[in-house]
C-alpha cells in the first residue's frame, strides 16, 4: 500500500492550499480516508476525514469551517481543502487509511503516507 500526499508549500496567512493523497495497493473505496497533520514538537492530530461508505466528513474543531475533505473513488484520491490558513496550521500533513471502519485516532489508521509539509508565515 502506499499513499503519497502532495500539495504542501509556503502560503501567507489567509491564503488558501489543496492537498492530494494518491493511494495505490488497496481497494480504495473500502478504506475511509483521514488528514492529520504533526507540528514540531506536538503529538499527530485528526484533520479531516471521509468515511468509505457514506463519503461522511468529520473535522477537528480546529479547522471547521475552513478545511473540507472530499474523494474520489475512481482516482483513489482523497483532498483537503484548506482556506483562511493561519500560522497555527503550520504542520507536516499525512493522509492515513484504514479499511472497512471509520476511526480517526492516529493509533487507529493502518496505512500511512509520507507527508507534506504545509508552512503559513508572511
Known amino acids: 500500500v502506499q499513499l503519497q500526499a502532495s500539495g504542501g508549500g509556503l502560503v501567507q496567512p489567509g491564503g488558501s492550499l489543496r492537498l492530494s493523497c494518491a493511494a495505490s495497493?488497496?481497494?480504495?473505496?473500502?478504506?475511509?480516508m483521514g488528514w492529520f497533520r504533526q507540528a514540531p514538537g506536538e503529538e499527530r492530530e485528526f484533520v479531516g476525514g471521509?468515511?468509505?461508505?457514506?463519503?461522511?466528513?468529520q473535522y477537528a474543531d480546529s479547522v471547521k469551517g475552513r478545511f473540507t475533505c472530499s474523494r474520489d473513488n475512481a482516482k483513489n484520491a482523497v483532498y483537503l481543502w484548506m482556506n483562511s490558513l493561519k500560522p497555527e496550521d503550520t504542520a507536516v500533513y499525512y493522509c492515513?487509511?484504514?479499511?472497512?471502519?471509520?476511526?480517526?485516532?492516529?493509533?487507529?489508521?493502518?496505512?500511512w503516507g509520507k507527508g507534506t509539509l504545509v508552512t503559513v508565515s508572511s
Open positions: 471521509v468515511s468509505w461508505s457514506t463519503g461522511t466528513t
Open positions: 495497493g488497496l481497494t480504495f473505496s473500502t478504506h475511509s
Open positions: 492515513a487509511a484504514i479499511r472497512w471502519r471509520v476511526t480517526w485516532s492516529p493509533e487507529g489508521m493502518e496505512y
